[in-house]
């Protein structure tokens, strides 16, 4: 029983195919004996379940997806051919070797992530079999999206588009940004949205709902971000708070929507009134450089290039001290790979002297912080073409006052 | 610039101050130099800000708090002295020489979540440094809630009644659970939900609302419950999902509240119309164990000794083979610790052989299978007392028909 429609959104046998091959590709490149994917969504992108499991893929050959819990949800979720229970970690070497006929000559593991209790486990499990770091390998196969990752991330733009447009109803004033956050929250529930933010790594907690008003938008905090937002407590110090919501404010709003699994990040600006004419400026500001940052993007740009041709923009429209944070608080990408998680390759960055390619998705993230008016901020997903761009998010683009 | 009430709800310095001292004598008991608290649940726990930043407890002295971002608000949300700004972790050895004088003899790091390649790392910045895992000490500190976390339990139990006496209103036949769990997590959010429920360890991703009709609660899944729902998508195989709630079906809500950090944990049952009759008995059969189980809620009460318990109390009243799941599916815990985290101590499980104690929290998790008809569940968040117990979850315990 499931009420979803499996046809469409579960990847179907042709897609997981080609998924395993090139990471299989990627696995003789280096000589590798196996990976094994435990990591859940890489285990949903090469098994197309999410279920408690582990999946050993050999260098060549037929994967093992190995089911801890469900194995009945599994074998429907998944079109793999070869899937068994299994009762834990500790059974695998017994299992390997039974199906393979022997244990591998070297692992990849998910070390970006992987816990050292779990690492140490498996080095008693198996005994002598040198271990390497999986998720080099796994991140290049991810980085291009397929077709059908694509269709997915579209709806998923619509949606977001949808949940936008809800916006100029919420804002009243004297409601809280967590009022405005919870009303989108609800709607974008309600057309499917997974309600959770997958961001790659320890310690990346992240959430949907930045909505972030006024001076909260020049609170910078603890995230890899601009501005972090003054958040509900310490104990949760980034996006929305219970300040209310004034006439006259820069209202931000940067919603990330996950459907079936698939992120689109988006930013545009509002207010109750009529914002101060530094932001509204600003956000102007920010779509000219959208416009000649888009212009370079295409098959063979440099993905570095990007950062530095966008501070350059920034600082000749005068805005050197606010663009991607205030000093001492820059941050230092002006975009990040979006899919499955946050975090993905492409980064628009420093050192990341690797070139843009054709089914890439990334969030280009165009933000600035004003001490006394807040945060301003321009963010579309953007997809790769052989020829150039398109937008995968496509709420209205201009700054909207009610 | 801060929208939430510091004086309450920052752990005042008196309280960090006996956390850092229960830390450090768990860090001479065992003998170690000093521990490097990273995962940012433990952070906020031991220096009151969740900044990004890296605490270094010394097993005797004054802790160094080294924050990489940011700073002022680290300041701000920490009592702690000895704040400092970091670049990063390739930074710690130095700091804490000069701080210090010395490089401690071992260092205790939270093995259980820190990642394989940072651990790497932290092995070139301290070579010849001794690790150890410092879970084991940290957890044995946060196990007994103080006056301070538990005032800020109870005011997220009446949060949570709050949300739960919204249920009736929401419950429409032809509404999906999707929609439901929205307007649960609306009003959650206006009231100060962080939207986000933690759970310790890898892969262990939460969310809050499960609102589970009719036969799916008859699907188990990967979590480690006795079911988990159908979910949204094999992305996202938990929880809610698009199937309509019909008139006659049980509706279990288990609906997580997290208020500035601290969780509760909670289960009802609704139905639109009178449920089926072999699901309102097993509610009732839920009702009575737990009552069975709390009389025996002391301190000294040995934490295993309510799980065998509760089996033979669910088998005498005929409920064997529905009880925390399925065959072959049950689970092997009756209760998990709970606080700012899931996956606290203690754990009511086979093997877990310490006994309770004042100011231990946990959630009591009552729950059984039907094939048939789906889930059951009854479920409190449950304070160990100096002379019994107390609920911290006080939503209406009927089976509600509307």
Chains 1, 2 share one sequence.
Not at 133 to 144: F, G, H, L, N, S
Not at 192 to 204: D, E, L, P, T
Request: proline share 6%; with cysteine; glycine share 10%.
């Amino acid at each position: 029983m499931a009420f979803h429609n499996l046809q469409e959104r579960v990847p179907v046998t042709v897609e997981i195919t080609k998924r395993i091959k090139r990471l299989q590709q990627g696995l003789q490149a280096r000589e590798a004996g196996a990976a094994l994917i435990m990591e859940k969504v890489d285990l949903f992108y090469f098994s197309g379940t999410m279920q408690h499991a582990y999946l050993f893929v050999p260098a060549e050959g037929t994967p093992l997806l190995m089911v801890k819990r469900d194995e009945v949800r599994a074998r429907r979720e998944s079109p793999l051919d070869r899937i068994v229970r299994v009762g834990g970690l500790k059974d695998l070497p017994v299992l390997i070797n039974d199906e393979f006929g022997r244990i591998p000559r070297s692992l990849g593991l998910e070390l970006d992530v992987l816990p050292v209790n779990q690492y140490e486990f498996l080095q008693s499990l198996f005994p002598g079999v040198p271990f390497f770091d999986a998720w080099p390998v796994i991140r290049e196969v991810r980085k291009i999206k397929s077709a059908h990752e694509l269709a997915v991330m579209v709806r998923a733009g619509q949606v977001a588009a949808q949940v936008y447009r809800s916006i100029p109803g919420l804002l009243i004033p004297g409601r809280t940004e967590m009022d405005v956050a919870a009303g989108m929250t609800s709607l974008a529930m309600s057309l499917g949205q997974q309600n959770m933010i997958r961001a790659r790594g320890f310690n990346n907690e992240m959430h949907t709902w930045h909505v972030v008003s006024g001076r909260c938008g020049a609170e910078i905090g603890g995230l890899d971000a601009p501005f972090a937002g003054c958040g509900l407590s310490p104990a949760f110090p980034a996006g929305s708070s219970f300040k209310p919501i004034v006439e006259g404010e820069a209202v931000l709003v940067d919603f990330g929507i996950c459907l079936d699994g698939y992120q689109v990040d988006q930013t545009r600006m509002f207010a109750i009134g009529s914002p101060p004419a530094q932001i509204r400026d600003a956000y102007q500001a920010l779509q000219e450089i959208e416009a000649l940052l888009l212009e370079r993007v295409k098959p063979g740009a440099v993905c570095e290039d990007f950062y530095h041709f966008g501070l350059d923009l920034a600082a000749g429209l005068g805005y050197r001290e606010n663009f991607l944070g205030v000093d001492g608080y820059r941050i230092k990408f002006i975009g990040h790979g979006i899919g499955l998680e946050i975090g993905e390759l492409p980064f628009l960055a420093p050192g990341h002297r690797y070139v843009l390619e054709p089914g890439m998705t990334f969030a280009l993230e165009l933000k600035m912080v004003f001490p006394e008016h807040g945060a301003v901020g321009f963010e579309n997903t953007i997809l790769v073409t052989e020829t150039g761009w398109e937008k995968l998010t496509a709420a209205d683009e201009r700054f909207i006052c009610v």
